[in-house]
Nanobody, 118 residues
Framework: QVALVESGGGLVQAGGSLRLSCAASGSIFSITSMGWYRQAPGKQRELVAEITSGGTTNYIDAVKGRFTISRDNAKNMVYLYLHMNILKPEDTAVYYC??????????WGQGTQVTVSS
């Protein structure tokens, strides 16, 4: 089992920045890829950015050049970050931390709200 706990959401004006954090605990030794998803009201959840265990990153076009995903492996925890710059109102959504364990099991955090005002 893996537990994911997000933090760092909030209200920010357009053009501002936020950093989301996700702390992973439990069977972290077998975590493979990790990512951030978001879900806006009335829309499907979408992958925003992902990072493999080897450090390869992937972003959706809408956030390329503005968001940066990073991962920090500690002794008993894995930390996932999403640095969000030049935020736009369309970035408003609930952001979820996600990971795969052994490529078979997947886990979700509880979500953190990001609201960007125009």
């Amino acid at each position: 089992q893996v537990a994911l706990v997000e933090s760092g959401g909030g209200l920010v004006q357009a053009g501002g920045s936020l950093r989301l954090s996700c702390a992973a605990s439990g069977s972290i030794f077998s975590i493979t890829s990790m990512g951030w998803y978001r879900q806006a009201p009335g829309k499907q959840r979408e992958l925003v950015a992902e990072i493999t265990s080897g450090g390869t990153t992937n972003y959706i076009d809408a956030v390329k050049g503005r968001f940066t995903i990073s991962r920090d492996n500690a002794k008993n925890m894995v930390y996932l970050y999403l640095h969000m710059n030049i935020l736009k109102p369309e970035d408003t959504a609930v952001y979820y931390c996600h990971c795969y364990r052994t490529s078979r099991f997947e886990y979700w955090g509880q979500g953190t709200q990001v609201t960007v005002s125009s």
